[in-house]
T-cell receptor, first 115, second 112 residues
């Protein structure tokens, strides 16, 4: 069972356009992370959000955690070719130390930005 | 900085063969984990460990074994490979003070 659904699955845009990627779940998460993965490499952390309603900005990237901590979004302003990659959200649930360490990953959004 | 190192990067097996994917980290992280990545399914947790001598199952553990005899190493064993285990495998580690997962570069496994 995939607890975190991302949309869209694929996105192809031109440089300079804006885009939003969504990460949705019916479960509540104590924190949510966004990773970016480039071909042939492992995912790399972009941001962690922990408070419902929280908004974090990382240059042209804006991340939001839903008020109910069940969903999140990633907005990219004026996309560049360097933004191309696979974007993954990952949610963590609070609990015992061992179980809290488990992250559930979303299905992924593959973004291609062309000139 | 080496970070998380996985070997081999590529492997082709025949059905029924066994092999071990190696993972080592030099960041003194207590938590280590193995994920498999398949198209359209993101990353799915196979097994994880919160410290030496402690392992537990993730969401897709069948067909895989792990052990954690040292803090640094967390090998993943396939005892009898099946075509359904064709995938890209990632090892990741995490320290106690941060929620960030550090991933290796991945091991691409094909089972014929």
């Amino acid at each position: 069972t995939q607890l975190l659904e991302q949309s869209p699955q694929f996105l192809s845009i031109q440089e300079g356009e804006n885009l939003t990627v969504y990460c949705n779940s019916s479960s509540v998460f104590s924190s949510l992370q966004w990773y970016r993965q480039e071909p042939g490499e492992g995912p790399v952390l972009l941001v962690t959000v922990v408070t419902g309603g929280e908004v974090k900005k990382l240059k042209r990237l804006t991340f939001q955690f839903g008020d109910a901590r069940k969903d999140s979004s990633l907005h990219i302003t004026a996309a560049q070719t360097g933004d191309t990659g696979l974007y993954l959200c990952a949610g963590a649930r609070s609990g015992k130390t061992g179980t809290a360490s488990k992250l559930t990953f979303g299905t992924g959004t593959r973004l291609q930005v062309t000139l | 900085n080496a970070g998380v190192t996985q070997t081999p990067k590529f492997q082709v097996l025949k059905t029924g063969q066994s092999m071990t994917l190696q993972c080592a980290q030099d960041m003194n992280h207590e938590y280590m984990s193995w994920y498999r990545q398949d198209p359209g399914m993101g990353l799915r947790l196979i097994h994880y460990s919160v410290g030496a001598g402690i392992t537990d199952q993730g969401e897709v553990p069948n067909g895989y074994n792990v052990s954690r005899s040292t803090t640094e190493d967390f090998p993943l064993r396939l005892l009898s490979a099946a075509p359904s285990q064709t995938s890209v495998y990632f090892c990741a580690s995490r320290g106690r003070s941060t929620g960030e997962l550090f991933f290796g570069e991945g091991s691409r496994l094909t089972v014929l």
